[in-house]
């Protein structure tokens, strides 16, 4: 009986520790069927070659004009050569968003030059056919510079990271909401990993099936243990025998 109750406890045990995270993993793969089978979501910008920051959709013309500050540049600790600017979002001449004091990245062209800090996507529902154009900000601003020691500083956490999304739909109708790297809804989470706006790819539920699978993670842990623990509750239930 001793025996039994020791088995009893460690797959007790397993299956606490692996519930939790299995189910938040289990939650994000059907977020992401989800997500897939409702939008199809494309990033404008091509990287290489660059794209123009000045847009055309169904009529409308999509701009960003810059003023470039009269301030010493800097290389950021990836390389890039980077400038302040104020920045102003344009939807057919007129001033729609403005970013104050934004770092860009001046040997760039086209959308690079605002690489992590505007983002313009198409976003489609599978259902009706229609397509809508999003614009992303990132609103909290980030001077990232490398000290002679090796630390990065001027970053901020992701927890205060905040953003702004305009949506023009096929119409001409013009949309805008405001939200956060907590605060965010299931769609603005594809929006963030699709735009590259966030620090690394991030999930709705968990961020576990971001990282590099090993046989360890998650196969072992989550995954084998929550089944281990499972089948030793189950066979070494402890049933107090019924005397006659």
Same mark, same amino acid.
């Given at each position: 009986m001793k025996k039994r109750l020791i088995f009893f406890l460690v797959g007790?045990?397993? %299956?606490i520790?692996?519930?939790?995270l299995s189910t938040e993993m289990v939650m994000e793969l059907i977020y992401n069927q989800k997500m897939n089978t409702e939008y199809k979501i494309a990033n404008v910008s091509e990287g290489f070659p660059p794209t123009k920051s000045t847009f055309r959709f169904k009529g409308h013309i999509v701009e960003i004009k810059e003023a470039i500050k009269n301030e010493d540049s800097y290389v950021d600790p990836w390389g890039n050569k980077i400038g302040i600017a104020d920045l102003s979002l344009k939807l057919d001449g007129e001033k729609i968003d403005t970013l104050k004091d934004y770092p860009i990245r001046?040997?760039?062209?086209? %959308?690079?030059?605002y690489y992590g800090e505007i983002a313009y996507l198409l976003l489609e529902d599978k259902k009706s056919g229609k397509t809508q154009f999003i614009v992303l900000l990132k609103k909290t601003r980030e001077l990232e510079k490398e000290m002679p020691n090796g630390d990065?500083?001027?970053?901020v956490p992701s927890e205060k990271l905040k953003y702004t999304l305009h949506t023009l739909d096929e119409e001409g109708n013009l949309n805008n909401q405001s939200f956060s790297f907590t605060e965010r809804d299931?769609?603005?989470?594809?929006l963030l990993n699709a735009g590259v706006m966030v620090?690394?790819?991030?999930?709705?539920?968990t961020d576990a099936w971001e990282f590099y699978p090993t046989i360890f993670f998650p196969l072992l842990f989550p995954f084998a243990t929550f089944v281990v623990g499972f089948v030793l509750i189950v066979v070494f239930f402890p049933i107090r025998k019924v005397k006659k």
């Open positions: 007790t045990i397993l %299956l520790t692996s519930l939790p001046v040997e760039e062209k086209g %959308l690079n030059r990065i500083v001027g970053g299931a769609l603005q989470t594809k620090p690394y790819s991030i999930g709705y539920y």
